[in-house]
């Protein structure tokens, strides 16, 4: 674990709160107000999401590959969702079933690789999510505000099975 990495979690909550405050809260509650059964989130970060997981959610896992921001994430999780359980895991390699949720969230995570932590934000997302074979529905696209432009452009939507 390198020195940026911990910076990064230490720096990350601070970062946001200026653009959080000026719309990405509350684009996080509409997203994921559809978030119903059992729920698991990839790349949870420091656990922004939390808070704002709806009722209709029975059972929530949180994965996060980054230990400082692991760190972070379940003081966090234990405070507001204390049956919610946290895994150390990257998203190419989680330890659950094919198909054993109802609902998988991500959000920011294609942020740009060498100062995102393993992220891409010059990553074409929609693109990648058709080309593996799920259809995205109600597609939004913006600009994530008070943000450097490289991290700017927003997609936000449902990426569901055909069918
Ligand atoms: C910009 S942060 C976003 C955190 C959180 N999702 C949010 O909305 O605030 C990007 C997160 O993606 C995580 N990440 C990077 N590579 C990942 C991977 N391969 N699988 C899952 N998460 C990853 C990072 O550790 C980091 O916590």
Known sequence: MSLYDRLF???YDRSM???EEAGPTEKRVAL?????GRVLELGA???LNVVHYPPAVRELV???PDEPMLRRLAPRVAASRPRASTICAPAEQLPFEAGSFDTVVSTLTPIWRRIGRGCHPNRATAAAIEAAGLEL???QRGRFPQAPRFVEP???GAAVKPG
């Open 9 to 11: 979690a230490r720096v």
């Open 17 to 19: 709160a200026g653009s």
């Open 32 to 36: 994921l107000a559809a978030a119903t």
């Open 45 to 47: 970060g420091t656990g």
């Open 62 to 64: 949180l994965t996060e």
């Open 137 to 139: 529905d109600d597609l």
């Open 154 to 156: 927003l997609a936000m």
